[in-house]
Structure formats: structure tokens, C-alpha cells
């Protein structure tokens, strides 16, 4: 037992070896990368500090995998009716998903957990009512557990460099090239494909975390609006640093924003968890 915990322990936290890749869940493909470094400070502007390793996806989701998901467990449904009446607006298999509200981003987040839009970190009635968000009994029961990144999580993933923060996800101070690293500015007039090619990968390993649509957060900001960070394809630079936090209603589905999923607690911990448990057992032995 001593030397499976041993391994464990050398598989997380040596240097550059994650449990970050592709994953299959219902159906679905998803790229994640894995953010380590928990118990980080926050940034001076009081946002960052997260106190354990967790995943975020490498992408923004996409059409092609929003259909994926209304194709398995139907079109997210519930109240009010408008926040679920929109289509994409840009379509496309590889777009980022865009006109999609928070209560839907959370039913989608739901279905990888669950396998059903109402149950996971997001609490839903049977009639459709958003209920609250309750992650740790999401845990507790499925295990891993996808979410709307905390605007904690979606900071850190952006502007974290290790050691500090950064005005840009790029690691520096300085604007990335529209067009070139990331999609602003309108430089093409709407958003670009994701994981082919467009666009540089940012410092903790994300793409189009500054631009391309603006992403859903979990922060609640002025009673019932939800948080959105990093801008979109028609901004200026300044739009996409550390600097901006904006916000929209939880049932608006705008052209201009799309979302990212997490995953908690990240795989490694998992495992230990369950290597502590049979570590317990084989000591009462």
C-alpha cells in the first residue's frame, strides 16, 4: 500500500505529468488542461486564489458539441421559457456555441456529470426552476463533476503565471495580435473555429480565453446577473485583461457569448482520496 500511495503521489506532483487530455463523457469529446498550484494568492485585484487543482476546458465549447449534447438529452428546457429559446447565431461544428444562456451552459454542465440536464452542481426542479448551485453534494455523489468555472477558476486558468499575474492570458502585460494569437478587434467579424489551428496557445495551456466570445462564469454580480470574463470578437485589447469583469442576466442569450466547462475536484485528487481510503482499511487489517 505504501508504495501504490508512493506512486500516486509521484504521478501528481512531479513536474509536467497531469492527468490533462481528451476525455469522453456521454458521448461527448472534451479537452482539458489540468491547473495545479492550489492554495495560489489572489491577485491584487482580490481575484485568483483557489485552493485546489482542478481542470479547465483547453476550448471554448462548441457547436458541434452542443449539438452532441441537445442529440443525447434534448434540448435544455425550463423557466423562464426565453432563456431557452435561442439557436447559434454563428454556426459551424467547430464555432464556439454562442446565444446560450447560463441556465443552459448549467443544464449542459449537468448532463456530463449526471447523464440528466437537472442533477448535478446545478439544482433544477422537475418544472424547470433554477434552484442554486451545490457542488459539494455534486461530488459527493457522482465524483467528478463538471461546472461553470468560478470566476476564481477562470481568472486563475487566465492570468496565473506561477509566481504571479498577468494583465493578459499570454503571460505578459502586452496585447496579443489580433488575428494572429487570438481573435479581437474585429479582425474577422465574428468568432473563429477552435482546436484547429487558429489562435496561440496561452500560458496554462487554454486557447481563446482572450476573445473569440465572451464566457460565462459562476460569480454573481448585481442580484440575479451571472459573471463574463475575457471579451469577445469585437472588442479592443482592453477588453480582454485581467482588468474587465462584465456580467449578463442568467436567462440572456446573446450572439457574443459562449462558455468554457471545469471539471472538481481534478482526477489526481480522486485518486487519492480513494487510495486514503483503502490505506485506512488496510491499516484495520
Same mark, same amino acid.
Given at each position: 500500500?505504501?508504495?501504490?500511495?508512493?506512486?500516486?503521489?509521484?504521478?501528481?506532483?512531479?513536474?509536467?505529468?497531469? &492527468?490533462?487530455?481528451?476525455?469522453?463523457?456521454?458521448?461527448?469529446?472534451?479537452?482539458? *488542461?489540468?491547473?495545479?498550484?492550489?492554495?495560489?494568492?489572489?491577485?491584487?485585484?482580490?481575484?485568483?486564489?483557489?485552493?485546489?487543482?482542478?481542470?479547465?476546458?483547453?476550448?471554448?465549447?462548441?457547436?458541434?458539441?452542443?449539438?452532441?449534447?441537445?442529440?443525447?438529452?434534448?434540448?435544455?428546457?425550463?423557466?423562464?421559457?426565453?432563456? +431557452?429559446?435561442?439557436?447559434?447565431?454563428?454556426?459551424?461544428?467547430?464555432?464556439?456555441?454562442?446565444?446560450?444562456?447560463?441556465?443552459?451552459?448549467?443544464? &449542459?454542465?449537468?448532463?456530463?456529470?449526471?447523464?440528466?440536464?437537472?442533477?448535478?452542481?446545478?439544482?433544477?426542479?422537475?418544472?424547470?426552476?433554477?434552484?442554486?448551485?451545490?457542488?459539494?453534494?455534486?461530488?459527493?455523489?457522482?465524483?467528478?463533476?463538471?461546472?461553470?468555472?468560478?470566476?476564481?477558476?477562470?481568472?486563475?486558468?487566465?492570468?496565473?503565471?506561477?509566481?504571479?499575474?498577468?494583465?493578459?492570458?499570454?503571460?505578459?502585460?502586452?496585447?496579443?495580435?489580433?488575428?494572429?494569437?487570438?481573435?479581437?478587434?474585429?479582425?474577422?467579424?465574428?468568432?473563429?473555429?477552435?482546436?484547429?489551428?487558429?489562435?496561440?496557445?496561452?500560458?496554462?495551456?487554454? +486557447?481563446?480565453?482572450?476573445?473569440?466570445?465572451?464566457?460565462?462564469?459562476?460569480?454573481?454580480?448585481?442580484?440575479?446577473?451571472?459573471?463574463?470574463?475575457?471579451?469577445?470578437? +469585437? *472588442?479592443?485589447?482592453?477588453?480582454?485583461?485581467?482588468?474587465?469583469?462584465?456580467?449578463?442576466?442568467?436567462?440572456?442569450?446573446?450572439?457574443?457569448?459562449?462558455?468554457?466547462?471545469?471539471?472538481?475536484?481534478?482526477?489526481?485528487?480522486?485518486?487519492?482520496?480513494?487510495?486514503?481510503?483503502?490505506?485506512?482499511?488496510?491499516?484495520?487489517?
Amino acid at each position: 500500500m505504501r508504495s501504490l500511495l508512493a506512486v500516486c503521489l509521484c504521478v501528481c506532483f512531479i513536474s509536467g505529468i497531469s &492527468f490533462a487530455g481528451t476525455v469522453t463523457v456521454g458521448g461527448i469529446d472534451l479537452d482539458f *488542461v489540468t491547473i495545479g498550484n492550489a492554495g495560489n494568492a489572489a491577485d491584487s485585484t482580490g481575484y485568483g486564489a483557489v485552493d485546489y487543482a482542478y481542470q479547465i476546458g483547453k476550448y471554448e465549447i462548441t457547436n458541434g458539441q452542443w449539438n452532441a449534447f441537445v442529440s443525447a438529452a434534448g434540448a435544455p428546457t425550463g423557466n423562464p421559457s426565453h432563456a +431557452y429559446d435561442g439557436s447559434a447565431y454563428w454556426t459551424g461544428t467547430n464555432v464556439p456555441t454562442n446565444s446560450v444562456s447560463w441556465y443552459e451552459a448549467a443544464q &449542459f454542465c449537468n448532463y456530463l456529470t449526471s447523464g440528466d440536464r437537472y442533477s448535478g452542481a446545478y439544482n433544477f426542479s422537475q418544472s424547470g426552476d433554477f434552484l442554486g448551485v451545490d457542488r459539494a453534494s455534486a461530488i459527493s455523489a457522482y465524483g467528478t463533476t463538471y461546472v461553470i468555472p468560478t470566476e476564481d477558476e477562470w481568472y486563475k486558468a487566465a492570468y496565473y503565471t506561477g509566481s504571479g499575474y498577468s494583465l493578459y492570458a499570454n503571460g505578459t502585460n502586452t496585447a496579443p495580435i489580433a488575428g494572429t494569437d487570438t481573435n479581437y478587434d474585429y479582425v474577422i467579424g465574428q468568432p473563429w473555429e477552435v482546436g484547429v489551428g487558429n489562435g496561440t496557445q496561452e500560458q496554462n495551456g487554454t +486557447y481563446d480565453m482572450m476573445g473569440n466570445v465572451w464566457e460565462w462564469n459562476e460569480a454573481l454580480i448585481s442580484g440575479p446577473s451571472r459573471g463574463i470574463r475575457g471579451g469577445s470578437y +469585437y *472588442v479592443s485589447d482592453f477588453d480582454l485583461s485581467s482588468s474587465i469583469r462584465g456580467s449578463g442576466y442568467p436567462n440572456n442569450e446573446s450572439i457574443s457569448v459562449g462558455f468554457r466547462v471545469a471539471s472538481v475536484p481534478e482526477p489526481c485528487s480522486l485518486v487519492l482520496l480513494g487510495l486514503g481510503g483503502l490505506a485506512l482499511r488496510y491499516r484495520k487489517r
